[in-house]
């Protein structure tokens, strides 16, 4: 089997987005945009050995690549449209490109996103796709609004994903919920679509809430004040604290794909619909200032979010 084979075997799926002129089979993809919107569009590569596992299910894999993708989306306040998926394999495993191609396929059809080219290699395992959405013009979520005032929210529980790789990093048996939420994320794109006119910045907590929320301050030029015991824990996150006096899991640890984002007082009765409509539990942990640095009340120890050098 050749990559041309693989493509056509694995990859061509039935493009259903009328927006789609042509999607794999050309040297790119055409598709067209509707007046008044913007595209969005972002990257992410996952490397094994760096962002997986060896023994990481290929179903996982392919799951993980094109959520953390969605949850940039979903950060920008865009609606997910389409995809491009560079493949690089140390070999032709059918079985393992077979269930790969599943579990992406099934996730892009539930988000209704359409994959439309890319590319495949031979060398050490790595996936790089890049996702493309559209917005309203001038409607997207930046990370440079947030103003004094503002309070500082998350959506869901942060800390599950860092504390399942701290088990297996220490030859431990995380739960079954542990392990979904680091190999299968849940990118949040109604309620970053629904924030537009309600949140003043987004981001998307990736590489920890210490650091994804500071990029927020320094866009915005702003500081901000957190609390620890403000922080949405599940269960198990708060029982490893509560033993382990360690709050650098929910706050430095990252690939939670959870929203932080900034609201306006006068704007908290939207947040508080929308929380509603989505079913989704948001938190506020803070409050935005001008003392341009974050302070962490509860915490003194060492900021280490993830740094990729």
């Known amino acids: 089997m050749n990559e041309f084979e693989l493509i056509q075997g694995h990859f061509n799926w039935p493009i259903k987005d009328p927006s789609i002129v042509i999607g794999i089979g050309d040297d790119a993809a055409l598709f ?8 969005v569009t972002t990257t992410d590569t ?3 050995g760096v962002h997986f596992f060896k023994d990481t299910l290929p179903s996982d894999i392919a799951y993980k690549s094109l959520a953390v993708n969605l949850s940039d989306i979903a950060a920008m306040g865009a609606s997910a449209k389409y995809f491009t998926l560079a493949l690089t394999l140390p070999k032709i495993d059918h079985d393992w490109i077979e269930e790969f191609s599943k579990s992406l396929k099934r996730l892009s059809d539930y988000h209704k996103v359409s994959l439309i080219g890319g590319d495949t290699t031979k060398g050490p395992l790595n996936i790089t796709i890049t996702m493309m959405g559209v917005v309203e013009t001038s409607r997207a979520l930046l990370r440079s609004g947030a103003g004094t005032g503002d309070g ?5 529980t942060i800390g599950d994903a860092a504390l399942c790789l701290k088990k297996l990093r220490d030859g431990l048996v995380p739960s079954k919920e542990e392990l979904l939420k680091l190999n299968r994320p849940t990118p949040r794109l109604e309620l970053g679509m629904g924030l537009k006119g309600v949140a003043s910045s987004c981001i998307d907590i990736s590489d920890g809430l210490e650091q994804d929320l500071s990029h927020i301050l320094m866009a915005s030029n702003v500081g901000a004040v957190i609390d620890v015991k403000k922080l949405p824990l599940s269960e198990s996150v708060l029982g490893y604290i509560k033993n382990n006096e360690d709050w650098s899991i929910p706050l430095c640890g990252g690939d939670d794909y959870e929203l932080c984002f900034t609201v306006p007082e006068c704007n908290k009765k939207s947040l508080k619909i929308l929380s509603q409509s989505c079913n989704m539990n948001i938190t506020k942990i803070g409050d935005i200032n001008d003392s341009k640095e974050l302070k962490i009340e509860g915490y003194d120890g060492t900021r280490n979010s993830y740094q990729h050098f």
């Open 152 to 156: 500082v929210y998350v959506s869901g």
């Open 46 to 48: 996952l490397s094994e």
């Open 32 to 39: 067209s945009l509707k007046d008044g919107q913007q595209l």
